[in-house]
């Protein structure tokens, strides 16, 4: 009984290493998946191309360390320097601009720090600081982070105190909006990620539209020169589609509960 | 509180209108940890009844080293791999990275010390009860070792669910060295974190109770196969 | 007969955390008899058995078999005072030390099946080894033990914890093991036991040999005191 036990089970397992073939693997950011976004982009993208896209979705930093590794074919992220610096040492051939959407701040529902009539997003932040609301960051050192830091101006010296309002988890959009609901807190999130976030709890965006919260998408193709695996001509075709009009057309389509999330700009 | 009872109604929804997503990642689940399982059995299992039966000088630090293993962070384990796996690293020729195999490779590492451990403890106290009988037959070593497997295998079996249920509840090392692709290298736990991560607890909570309701109804059909528990056996 | 005989044991001893266990002790088996090793409790009986059958390692001085020693390990069996039970069936038990020899499966059960009749077993044959009782799994032990045809058996006070009836059919298989040519070497402090069976003493006695002499004279006629007064039935240490 126990042989056969084990040989039924050892069928059953080989099963499970059958990999597939003629795919290319992307490493997009945890902003960028939650939207839902992909979700209506890569059954076109197999539909028109022939491309099974294999989406790794991580941080932005490891987005880029997956890209220096030449573990991926290309990465999708949005944090302007670090794009610009991993073109610049090589690791990618050139950045493409795709698509934008915008960041928001989100806070608890009464509103304590009187964030809803800021003019600029800086104000919005002084006030929070001012009032010394819990406010939670995604601490990781991703796009959104980036963002959110280089917001807080001359304030930003000072964050960093132990048992202060502001609270660093060092975790996805996901996770730390997750935290945020929990502790009732303030929080800059992509307007994507909040508008399809299943746990909201007491909170409510109360913030949004200064340009200083536009988030540039952009694509960057790994060197092939540095991985010579990589797959060049399938990451050509992607780049093709993703800045073609079906692309524009699904991008700016694209809705949750009525609202528009991204809007193409490639050139 | 009502999150639980929502995650148990979608669990039970998932499950009876058999969502075929679900059952696919169901079922690489199920296949990337038995692979792992025996892989790590075949490995553990002898080693911990070689550990029993042969005396050598470091044989207490060994032992000592296996049972402390049993505590490996698995997301440690995980970026271990990844970087001897990355295109980057040693083995990245091989190109295993994000594929099931990595995922197994993780999994046996982490699970044999634990196997190993169990195993250890249980074929120890079976060696002592032998160890006169069979010395005095003048057994060779490699009979002495499958003697005490034959024998202790239902402590044995006991050591494999044991690495089984550390096996299909990790999530630490997999999401790392499989990443999460959908419909490649996406399981239960992976899913249930991605979930957790949108925020959408009762999805979530209802992946969980499929995957406690798995182990569950994998253990129950192992032990109705090898018949314990049956009148007169022990 | 046998070739391992005659045993030569020259100024042996065995010694466990500094302390003496047995020893130094000379003396040589010959090729017939069977043996019987007799001694107060502690007296280092069970540490001369296992030294004579080479599991326990020698702190001092010789056990030489009269055949090489990989021959020797081959053609001996020990039966322990607690039997010790393969967690099997009784079949299992008996056929495992032919299996480690490699006979084949149908001659090896074959020979269990003739053996478990020789000892009343085979109603239990398929039966897990666990549920005999004492007298049955210590017949078992020693089944197990003659099914190889070992030239050499050690017993360690077999009967010890055994009823009357037990201890007689023990007995009875061990006179005929006996006359169908293995060389006996039996501890017990059951005098009876001891007459009935022994063709010659070994008496022990805080680790040393006091006296070896054939069966009727020790008993009629011990040479030391301490023989005496144990014979007599006197507690002595």
């Given at each position: 009984?126990?042989?056969r036990?084990?040989t039924f ?10 990999v597939?073939a003629d795919?290319?693997r992307?490493?997009?950011t945890t902003?960028f ?10 059954p ?12 790794l ?7 880029i ?8 074919d290309?990465i999708?992220?949005h ?7 991993f ?5 990618g051939?050139?950045r ?13 529902k ?18 929070i600081?001012d009032a010394?609301?819990v406010?939670?960051?995604?601490g990781d050192?991703?796009?959104t982070?980036?963002r ?7 304030i ?7 048992n202060?309002?502001?609270r ?6 996901g996770?730390?909006l997750?935290?945020?609901s929990?502790?009732n807190?303030?929080i ?21 539209g ?8 952009a ?10 695996h990589v797959?060049?001509?399938?990451a050509?075709?992607l780049e ?17 509960d ?6 193409f700009?490639?050139? | 509180?009502?999150?639980i009872?929502?995650g148990?109604?979608?669990g039970?929804?998932?499950?009876v209108t058999?969502?075929?997503e ?8 199920l ?9 790590a059995?075949a490995?553990?299992?002898?080693l ?15 032992i ?7 505590g490996l962070?698995p ?8 970087i ?14 994000f594929?099931p ?7 046996v590492?982490i ?5 190993a ?10 060696w ?8 005095s037959?003048?057994?060779s ?7 005490l497997?034959?024998?202790g295998?239902r402590?044995?079996l006991?050591?494999?669910l ?10 630490g090392?997999?999401m790392?060295v499989g ?6 290298t996406?399981v239960?736990t ?8 949108k925020?959408d607890?009762?999805?979530a ?6 995957l ?6 994998v ?5 109705y196969?090898?018949?314990t ?6 | 007969?046998?070739?391992m005989?005659?045993?030569v ?6 010694r466990?955390?500094g302390?003496?266990?047995?020893g ?12 019987i090793?007799?001694g107060?409790?502690g ?9 004579l059958?080479?599991?326990v ?10 055949c ?13 005072q607690?039997p010790v ?10 056929t ?7 006979v084949?499966r149908?001659i090896?059960?074959a ?9 009343g077993?085979?109603?239990?044959l ?24 070992p030239?050499?058996l ?12 037990a ?5 009875t ?15 017990t402090h ?14 022990i006695?805080q680790g ?25 039935g006197?507690?002595?240490?």
């Open positions: 009984m126990m042989k036990l084990i089970l050892g069928c059953f397992a080989v099963s499970a290493t059958m597939s795919n290319m992307m490493a997009v902003s998946h939650n939207s839902g976004l992909s979700d209506s982009l890569l076109a993208i197999e539909q028109d191309i022939g491309l099974k896209l294999d989406l979705v991580v941080g932005t930093g490891q987005a360390r997956l890209g220096k590794a030449g573990d991926v290309a999708l992220v944090s302007r320097s670090a794009e610009e610096a073109v610049a040492a090589g690791y051939t050139h493409r601009n795709i698509m934008y959407n915008d960041f928001v701040f989100v806070g608890p009464n509103d304590p720090a009187g964030i809803a009539v800021a003019r600029t997003a800086q104000e919005a932040l002084r006030k600081a010394e609301a406010f939670v960051s995604r050192d991703s796009g982070h980036n959110e830091r280089s917001l807080w101006g001359a930003a010296a000072n964050l960093d105190q132990k202060g309002w502001y660093s988890v060092g975790a996805g959009m996770a730390a997750n935290t945020a929990g502790m807190a303030y800059m999130s992509d307007r994507a990620s909040w508008l399809n976030f299943g746990n909201k709890g007491g909170l409510a965006m109360l913030y949004a200064d340009p200083a919260l536009f988030n540039q998408y694509y960057l193709p790994v060197n092939p020169l540095l991985h010579r797959k060049t001509t399938q050509k075709n093709a589609w993703l800045t073609s009009s079906r692309a524009k057309e699904l991008i700016n389509n694209y809705q949750i009525g609202e528009k999330l991204f809007f700009n490639a050139e | 509180m009502s999150d009872l929502d148990v109604m979608q039970i929804w998932l499950l058999l969502d075929p679900l059952i696919e990642i169901t079922l690489r689940s296949r990337i940890t038995v692979s792992a399982l025996l892989i059995s490995i553990a299992l002898p911990g009844a070689l550990l029993a039966v042969k005396r050598f000088r470091f044989r207490r630090v060994v000592a080293v296996m049972n402390a293993l049993m962070p997301v440690v384990v995980g970026l271990c791999v990844y001897i796996l990355s295109r980057s690293g040693p083995l990245g020729v091989l190109g295993l990275l594929t195999s990595a995922m197994v490779i993780a999994q590492i699970i044999v010390p634990l196997v451990s169990i195993a250890h403890q249980s074929l120890r106290d079976l002592s009860e032998y160890h006169d009988l069979l010395i037959m003048n057994t070593q490699w009979q002495r070792i499958s003697t497997l034959w024998d295998r402590a044995l006991t050591a494999s044991a690495g089984f249920g550390r096996a299909i509840g990790e999530v090392a997999i790392v990443g999460n692709i959908d419909h490649v996406r239960l992976t899913a249930i974190a991605l979930e957790t991560g925020g607890f009762g999805l909570l209802g992946l969980g109770f499929v406690i309701f798995m182990a569950l109804s253990n129950l059909a192992i032990h196969l090898t018949r528990e049956v009148e007169g056996r022990w | 007969m046998t070739s005989m005659p045993l044991v020259e100024k042996a001893q065995v466990r955390r302390k003496v266990l047995i130094p002790v000379n003396f040589t088996l010959r090729t017939l008899g069977f043996t090793v007799m107060p409790n007296s280092g009986k069970t540490s001369l058995l296992r030294m059958h080479g599991v390692r020698l702190a001092d001085g010789t056990v030489s078999w009269a090489d020693e990989i021959s020797a390990r081959a053609k001996q069996a020990f039966v322990f607690n039970m393969l967690r099997r069936s009784v079949c299992d038990n008996l495992y030390p032919l299996r480690i020899q490699n084949p149908k090896a059960n020979e269990a099946e003739r053996w478990a009749a020789r000892i077993l085979t109603q239990v398929t039966r897990s080894a666990a549920v005999l009782s004492g007298g049955e799994k210590q017949k078992l032990a020693l089944a197990r033990a003659l099914i190889r045809k030239e050499v050690f017993l360690d006070e077999p009967c010890a914890s055994l009823d009357g009836r201890t007689r059919e023990i007995e298989l061990l006179l005929q093991a006996s006359a169908d040519g293995t060389r006996i070497i039996m501890a059951d005098m009876g036991q001891a007459r009935r069976l022994g063709s010659e003493v070994l008496f006695l040393k040999l006091h006296e070896f002499s054939p069966a009727e004279v020790f008993f009629e006629n011990p040479k030391t005191d301490a023989a005496r007064a144990f014979l007599n006197d507690i002595i240490e």
